[in-house]
C-alpha cells in the first residue's frame, strides 16, 4: 500500500511540476521538499518497526540467528561478541551473567 501511495505521489508531483510558472515555483520546490521530508519519515518509521519487532523477539528468546560457537549476543542490541569480552563492543552493555 505504501509502495502504491509513494507512487501516486510522484506523479502527481511530476505532472504538478508542469504547470509550475516562475511565480509559483517557490511554492513548487517548498512541496516537493516536503514531499521528500514525507518518505524520509515513513522509511524511518518502517524501519523503527522492524527494529522492534526484533526486540521483541529477542525478549522472548525467539532469536532467530544462531550464536557462534563461544561467541555471545548482547540482549540489548543483539550483537555478537567474541568470547573473550566483557561488554558490548556496539553498545557497551554489561555481557549477561549465563554468558560469561
Known amino acids: 500500500m505504501v509502495l502504491l501511495l509513494s507512487l501516486a505521489a510522484l506523479i502527481v508531483a511530476l505532472f504538478g511540476a ?9 511554492v ?11 518518505f524520509a519519515r515513513i ?4 524501519n523503527h518497526h522492524a527494529e522492534m519487532l526484533r526486540f521483541q523477539r529477542r525478549q522472548r528468546g525467539e532469536d532467530p540467528r544462531p550464536s557462534l560457537e563461544g561467541n555471545w549476543i548482547c540482549w540489548a542490541c543483539g550483537r555478537v561478541n567474541r568470547p573473550q569480552a566483557f561488554d558490548c563492543a556496539y553498545c557497551e552493555t554489561e555481557r549477561p551473567a549465563a554468558a560469561k
Open 18 to 26: 508542469l504547470f509550475l510558472t516562475q511565480a509559483t515555483m517557490g
Open 28 to 38: 513548487g520546490i517548498l512541496a516537493g521538499a516536503c514531499l521528500l521530508a514525507i
Open 43 to 46: 522509511v524511518q518509521a518502517a
